[in-house]
């Protein structure tokens, strides 16, 4: 199984990028996906999840800016970021579940991506 995220760049703030996770080798569509992010010299942390029926949890931090989406055709799912702050900047990890439920914790999840980085100058 691999999940091969890509979109990440360099914006500035106020900007947008759309980040996405594209599977293989199993399929996502009745499980949870997510996607985490660190930033340098923190810890990684939860940003958004969505599950098996497309609902939907975020960050405070993102909500209101950042959207997640997923394509079960494409066995893909996306993280679209609009209003992007310098404080975005991090590398970014999707990441999957082998269950149905979004969990905040990185643990609860069973396959990652290899992470792309976003920057966002001020």
């Known amino acids: 199984v691999q999940l091969q995220a890509s979109g990440g760049g360099l914006v500035q703030a106020g900007g947008s990028l759309r980040l996405s996770c594209a599977a293989s080798?199993?399929?996502?569509?009745?499980?949870?996906m997510g996607w985490f992010r660190q930033a340098p010299g923190k810890e990684r942390e939860f940003v958004a999840g969505?599950?098996?029926?497309?609902?939907?949890d975020y960050a405070e931090s993102v909500r209101d800016r950042f959207t997640i989406s997923r394509d079960n055709a494409k066995n893909t799912s996306y993280l679209q970021m609009n209003s992007l702050k310098p404080e975005d900047t991090a590398v970014y990890y999707c990441a999957g579940r082998t269950k149905s439920f979004i969990r905040r914790s990185q643990e609860e999840y069973d396959y990652w991506g290899q992470g792309t980085l976003v920057t966002v100058s001020s």
């Open positions: 969505v599950n098996w029926r497309d609902g939907t």
């Open positions: 080798g199993r399929t996502f569509s009745n499980y949870a």
